[in-house]
């Protein structure tokens, strides 16, 4: 099936695409997974309607400071940030839906993405 998105619908794409690398680079979020992690990932969104379906192993832990909306972007540099305490925080992976990476899980105590580029505009 091949899908053909509209000029407008190009365009939003690469806006949320610029949006989301400006929030990753101004909080400093740590998306880092293991490699076992990243190749399950992949199995998985290769079955039909994964993205309904599957869940993908995340880092829990992707935002490193409490005080993450004071991060300023011209001092920070992720391989060498760091907390308050002086040590980046330890990761917790844990699968969850596209859905839930996106708007979060309070259940589970889990930000999601979308409520950090809120955050960010």
């Known amino acids: ?9 190009n365009t939003c794409l690469i806006v949320l695409m610029a949006l989301t690398v400006d929030v990753i680079n101004h909080f400093n979020l740590d998306f880092i997974i293991p490699i ?29 400071s409490a005080s993450y909306w004071e991060c300023d972007l011209h001092s920070s540099d992720f391989l060498k940030s760091k907390t308050s305490d002086g040590d980046r925080k330890e990761p917790v992976y844990e699968e969850f839906t596209l859905l839930e990476i996106l708007v979060g899980k309070p259940e589970a105590d889990f930000l999601g993405l979308y409520p950090v580029i809120q955050k960010f505009m």
């Open 1 to 9: 099936m091949d899908i053909q998105l509209t000029d407008f619908e």
């Open 36 to 64: 076992t992690k990243a190749d399950a990932n992949l199995k998985r969104a290769h079955s039909r309607n994964a993205i309904h379906t599957e869940k993908f192993w995340f880092n829990r832990n992707f935002v490193q």
